[in-house]
């Protein structure tokens, strides 16, 4: 019953035209939990069937245990602890955390928040005048790329040299050989490379330093596991440079469109800022900034509800279709702050659990009570408005609003 | 009148009494509320405030971070309910459906919750209990009193039953850098529950934190100074060690003695009940009004060839109660059967310790991922070629995986390989010391020769 | 006020060691050790906490201070 091939609904979700909004997809791809492709993946698209692969040890992130190669820029580099699996993943993440979080470091994302506060209240005061605002390019964007670069101990100010960069990679996560144009693979592949040298050139600067910045403190810490080595820090730090606004973007994005598409919501918030705590977590259900995990592999076979899957297989993982999956949310469609028991899958489960989630969570709260607080009377000036061409890491490219004077 | 009528008429005005205001009886009174019982509810408890949580008691309470008196467990909702506290329930008369309690009152009912958990085994010399020093940890009184006297800087502490409870001590006793000694009979803590292998793992976490561990050592008297404070252990290997502080932790005692009179399959192993909580009587049919919770239940389990099991686990009291709560105000096809694979967890020695399933329940044990030696790892048991427990260090996000295995009778030890994998992984026998019971004492006796004429009569023993 | 955590549940994903660090401490990697009475100072911090857990398994009270037991055996 659960193996059928669809591959005409994945086809419709990846294509662009989807993009503004994909959830009637997901809800048809979803009469097939586990849909077996013709190219001989697998697509997973509801909440149980996600949530216990998410926690299926024989799960791999691992491309090198796929038993057809990936085409995808990331096969080629020293892969980061999203693209592997323990023990080597347990380590490496748990390197970087030692400069992130708990608990070796407990309340660095919490310290942050006056200086998010300051960041997202200059841009704000930037829009005094204009008439016409682009969340993304004047807010959702400048704010989480200086807040990982301050992080990250990346000068701000090459954020337009390797701005380029992350989107070309960005954009070759979803290539497909059969529909796609060579150039989109190696632009990506070209931008994977170049960003790796960039972050390997600020690395060697930062040996035997002092600093606060996580290159510097992972250049020359030592813990318990030893220290990274350079190739592992460049991987971490691309990792987290990209993931770091991204997914931040885009999650922030969704918001003020989500808010702007529920005015009593906004209002609601505006009346009772504490709202923006649950609603940040429905947001994360409802819209979130990642939809889909691209790729893992079968390690050996895995069962998955009545279906086994082959080893080596590759497995498409569709966690926005699961957060809408009516067998575990009531009215899925529902934006509803106020939803009780929410175990949204926006920032996966399992191991690999959003490195970043904490500051990513903290940083939507500040930028829409914010938001919200500060704008008067905003209004949408295109539903839906553009989006971004990817389908991985799905949210729109700008969104103009407009605001009284 | 119809059974239906009859339900609506208790739902709302009914009387439901529950004794134990723990943790299970909290929650019980809180699903009964959230299910529309509108009648009247009494909690009945032998302490004296609020419900309150147990298992920081032995963690953040004896470091000194909380206080004993700040483990007041959160209300889900209001439960509107007349409290009896600080008198414990000495008797239940099914023929008029009444509680009594020690100060001699009577407590009507319609249905009847049993809640009323375990107490800390005390050490077996009773001159020897009340020496100044001498602790056992199970109430936030016995807690306040041991994190009083860990804060006064003992010159060693002294654990008696290296169990999960003794183990935790132990562990805070040397964050706290105290010197400890732990004296366990088994060969190696933890082993009772969860086997030699695992055993031996937690026996090098105690030595690499600098508890000095004696194992197959049984302590044989605790020894005061002229002025009643313990200041002496003596084993039966004719050692002793000189020590302030002794904690017993041995385990617990259920709370059944008030039900001896009873007629219910009461006894040291617990109150049996079905999987919808309702306790059975002394033949062992069961009744309609009187349910069962918590660490005192005994409860039988499909997975495990129907065996009652009694669990003192903390999701187990909550889940049970849950259940008992529901099925106490609905009709009999609407009532649910408790089947959840048990859960427990431990911290010690930096180290979270889950266990699913059912270890005790196993022939095998094999390492599925991680490295033992870092403490990081996962082991799978099985029975007879399938799976039937896990336990985690330091890896809890994998159980889930391991709980679905249990659930679906997966074959032992698992066929497919992991990414981390140890190298030698091999199933192993699971060697629990000596003949293990999932509990024990024989407490009945069969009379009788028609079948209408059998009956069971309870058989209390000194214990 | 008053918050249990369903340390069965608890996989050790820390995101509430993150947002309410005064309240919730990792013990090692994975163990979780929380004060279950924390200042209501913290209540801001903790409800974040509670959001946030992946597993949905902190408890904060919902009605402090009211409901309390009362007619104990000694009255």
């Known amino acids: 019953m659960t193996t059928t091939e669809t591959p005409d609904i994945l086809h419709r979700i990846l294509d662009y035209s989807a993009r503004a909004d994909p959830y009637p997809l997901y809800a048809e791809l979803r009469e097939t939990p586990v849909a077996l492709q013709e190219d001989g993946s697998y697509v997973i698209s509801a909440y149980r069937e996600l949530t216990g692969i998410l926690h299926d040890p024989h799960l791999s992130s691992d491309v090198r245990h796929l038993s057809r190669p990936m085409a995808a820029a990331e096969a080629r580099t020293t892969p980061s602890f999203i693209n592997l699996d323990p023990p080597e993943h347990d380590r490496l993440r748990r390197l970087a955390m030692r400069h992130f979080g708990p608990p070796h470091t407990p309340g660095l ?24 605002i682009d969340i993304v390019d004047d807010f959702a964007y400048p704010f989480p790329v200086t807040v990982i670069c301050h992080l990250l101990g990346v000068p701000r100010e090459d954020e337009p040299q390797f701005h380029v960069w992350v989107n070309a990679v960005i954009d070759s996560l979803d290539y497909d050989p059969k529909t796609d144009p060579k150039e989109k693979l190696d632009n990506g592949m070209q931008a994977t490379t170049d960003l790796r040298e960039y972050l390997g050139g600020l690395l060697e600067q930062r040996h035997g330093r002092p600093g606060g910045d996580l290159l510097t403190r992972l250049a020359n810490d030592d813990g318990p596991d030893g220290r990274m080595t350079d190739d592992e820090i460049v991987s971490t730090a691309n990792l987290l440079l990209i993931a770091g606004h991204e997914t931040t973007v ?31 977590e429905e947001l994360l259900r409802y819209e979130p900034p990642v939809h889909i995990i691209p790729w893992r592999a079968a390690y050996s076979d895995i069962t998955v509800a009545d279906t086994v899957i082959p080893k080596g297989s590759q497995i498409m993982l569709m966690l926005a279709s699961g957060s809408r999956d009516p067998d575990r949310f009531h009215d899925p469609d529902r934006f509803d702050p106020d939803r009780q028991d929410n175990q949204h899958l926006g920032f996966g489960s399992g191991i690999h659990l959003c ?15 914010e938001l919200v607080r500060r704008l008067d009377r905003p209004r949408l000036v295109a539903d839906p408005p553009p989006y971004r061409p990817s389908p991985i890491l799905r949210g729109p490219i700008h969104l103009h609003i407009e605001q009284s004077q | 009148m119809t059974s239906a009528d009859t339900l609506k008429r208790f739902k709302s005005d009914g009387r439901v009494v529950i004794v134990g205001a723990s943790l299970a009886g909290l929650r019980a009174a809180e699903t009964l509320r959230d299910e529309g019982f509108t009648g009247s509810l009494t909690m009945i408890g032998d302490e004296l405030g609020e419900p309150y949580d147990r298992p920081p008691l032995s963690k953040q309470v004896l470091t000194g971070w ?25 008797g239940l008369d099914l023929a008029t459906n009444h509680v009594h309690l020690a100060d001699g009152r009577e407590v009507p009912f319609d249905r009847v919750l049993i809640s009323t958990g375990v107490r800390a085994r005390p050490w077996f010399v009773e001159t020897e209990a009340a020496l100044d020093g001498v602790f056992v940890v199970r109430t ?22 290296a169990g999960f409870t003794g183990s935790e001590i132990a562990s805070i006793c040397r964050e706290r850098d105290i010197p400890v000694t732990v004296a366990e ?45 313990f200041h002496r252990a003596h084993f039966d290997d004719g050692s002793t060690i000189d020590a302030d502080v002794a904690v017993v932790a041995l385990g617990g005692i259920r709370n059944t003695e008030w039900l001896r009179d009873s007629g219910l399959a009461a006894g040291p192993w617990g109150i049996a009940c079905d ?60 009532r649910w059967p408790h089947l959840s694979i048990p859960t427990f967890w431990s911290i010690q020695f930096g180290v979270n310790i889950k266990s699913v399933g059912v270890p005790t329940f196993a022939d095998e044990v094999v390492v599925t991922q991680g490295s033992v030696p870092d403490h990081r790892f996962v082991a799978a048991y099985g029975y007879q070629g399938r799976v039937t427990a896990a336990v985690s260090f330091n890896n809890a996000k994998w159980l889930d995986h391991y709980r679905q295995l249990i659930e679906t009778a997966a074959p032992f030890p698992p066929p497919c390989p992991t990414p981390d994998e140890p190298a030698d992984a091999k199933p192993v026998p699971v060697d629990f010391p000596g003949p293990r019971l999932l509990a024990q004492g024989a407490t009945v006796v069969v009379t009788g020769h028609d079948p209408g004429e059998r009956r069971v009569t309870a058989a209390w023993q000194h214990r | 006020m008053r918050v249990v955590v369903d340390l069965s549940r608890c996989q050790g994903y820390a995101q509430c060691a993150f947002l309410a660090p005064d309240v919730f ?35 904060v009270d919902r009605l402090e201070g009211r409901d309390s037991p009362v007619g104990t055996a000694q009255s």
Not at chain 3, 29 to 50: G, S
């Open chain 2, 185 to 229: 009979l088994a060969p190696a803590p933890l082993v009772g529950a969860l086997g030699a292998v695992i055993g031996d793992v937690a026996a090098d976490m105690q030595r690499a934190h600098g508890v000095d561990l004696r194992c197959g050592v049984k302590v044989t008297q605790l020894e005061g100074d002229a002025q009643g404070r």
């Open chain 2, 66 to 90: 909380v206080p004993a008196g700040g483990t007041t467990l959160p209300r889900r909702r209001d439960i509107n309910a007349e409290w009896l506290l600080g008198v414990p329930a000495d």
């Open chain 2, 275 to 334: 999987t919808g909580c309702r306790a059975l009587d002394l033949n062992g049919l069961i009744t309609d009004d009187i349910f069962v919770a918590g660490d005192v239940a005994r409860c039988p389990n499909p997975i495990y060839e129907y065996r009652l099991i009694s669990l003192e686990h903390w999701v187990n009291a909550v889940e049970q109660a849950q259940v008992a709560a529901h099925n106490m105000v609905s009709a009999q096809a609407d």
């Open chain 3, 25 to 59: 401490r990792m013990h090692g990697e994975e163990a979780l050790m929380y004060n279950p009475n924390p200042d209501d100072a913290q209540r801001e911090q903790v409800l974040r906490a509670a959001a946030a857990c992946p597993l949905q398994a902190i408890l």
């Open chain 1, 250 to 280: 885009n999650l922030i994005t969704n918001g003020m469109l989500t808010l702007l598409r529920h005015p009593r919501v906004l209002q609601r918030l505006r009346d009772e800022p504490d709202l923006i705590v649950p609603l940040v």
């Open chain 1, 355 to 369: 490195f970043g989630g904490p500051l990513a969570r903290l940083e939507t709260q500040i930028a829409l009570t």
């Open chain 1, 109 to 132: 994302v919490t310290g942050m928040e006056p200086d998010l506060t300051a960041i997202v209240s200059g841009l704000i005061d930037h829009f005094a005048g204009k008439q016409q």
């Open chain 2, 140 to 161: 936030r009184e016995h807690a306040e009193g041991l994190q009083r006297a860990l804060a006064a800087g003992p010159s060693r502490v002294l654990v008696i039953g």
